[in-house]
């Protein structure tokens, strides 16, 4: 049994990929496409697309400034992207590039131009103490508070576009730090959506996924059975996860939410890590509805949406390049129903 990759393949034109987010965020587009003919919104109107009695579920992770620029002893440039920590005191699981000739034992220093001091460039920042086999590296930061002063927000490769306000790449119900990826499709989200939400009857519930690795690796096999996830943290308190499983309706706010949803239906534990791959076939649990933006071709993302509405995807996709929806992270969102 196999399924082609190839098969979540799609034309996204360039012009249409999202550089900077919705100004407000509630006046991103929303298509809903639950039904036929599919209709046009935004999220602002979402309280009016959902029921009284639905339960909305968002991802509270906060990004961390996890994207490094730091230089070598012999001065060349270096970029690390940290994933996630290893349980070892200031250690963390990272992608280095350029990776091939930093070896285990190199030090990686600050660039003169993120010097507080006069003086206090090229003072050691991180070690690489290990190498694993899938080319990511172990470093070891010289102290944790490096990150707050020299980090950057993680924005994805194709936005190109400088952020002015690195909040905006936080949800505004974000809590506690820890993924290197925001959890998209909730940046729409307004404190003022959220109150007319739970004035309509609609409650909100708050999960934890920590988004990483397994979240934004792209798919490099041909048979998508063969990727390969990458393990993600997640938590859901009990008292939650008891409204969770006696809502009427789950509507989840982003795919990290329902990746870690689904994964404490599955596991039956609230807390964990969760290596949970969503394609064709899957047995749904808990999640009804889905709120999300426009994913990258041939993504584990896409492939989850597969599963929850079927091939109709194709035809949801092509109405949006028809319409001129953003897509990608800082793009305009959809909302669907499991098919």
Known sequence: ?????????????????GQVPAEPRDQARLLDGRGDPISHHVVA????????GDLLVVNDTRVLPARLHLIKPTGGAVEVLLLEPT???HEWRALVKPGKRLRVGTTLLARAEDSVDEGDDGRPVLEIVDQLEDGRRVVRLVDDAMLDELGT???????TTALADPERYQTV???EPGSVAAPTAGLHLTDAVMEQLVARGIEIARVELRVGLGTFRPISTDDVFEHDM???????????????TSAQRVVAVGTTTVRTLESAAATGELEGETSLFIHRGFEWQVVDQLMTN??????????????????????????????????????????????
């Open 294 to 339: 426009f994913h990258v071709p041939k993504s584990s993302l896409l492939v989850m949406i597969d599963a929850l509405v079927g091939p109709r995807w194709r035809n949801i996709y092509a109405e949006a390049v028809a319409e001129k929806y953003r897509f990608l992270s800082f793009g305009d969102a959809m909302l669907l129903e499991r098919g």
């Open 230 to 244: 990458h393990a993600e943290r997640y938590r859901i308190d009990p008292a939650t996860w008891d409204k969770i």
């Open 87 to 89: 349980g070892q005191p």
């Open 1 to 17: 049994m196999s399924l082609p990759t190839s098969e979540f393949d799609y034309d996204l034109p360039e012009g249409l990929i």
């Open 153 to 159: 927000m993680p924005l994805p490769p194709y936005i």
């Open 173 to 175: 119900y974000a809590n």
């Open 45 to 52: 109107d979402l309280p009016s697309l959902l029921e009284p």
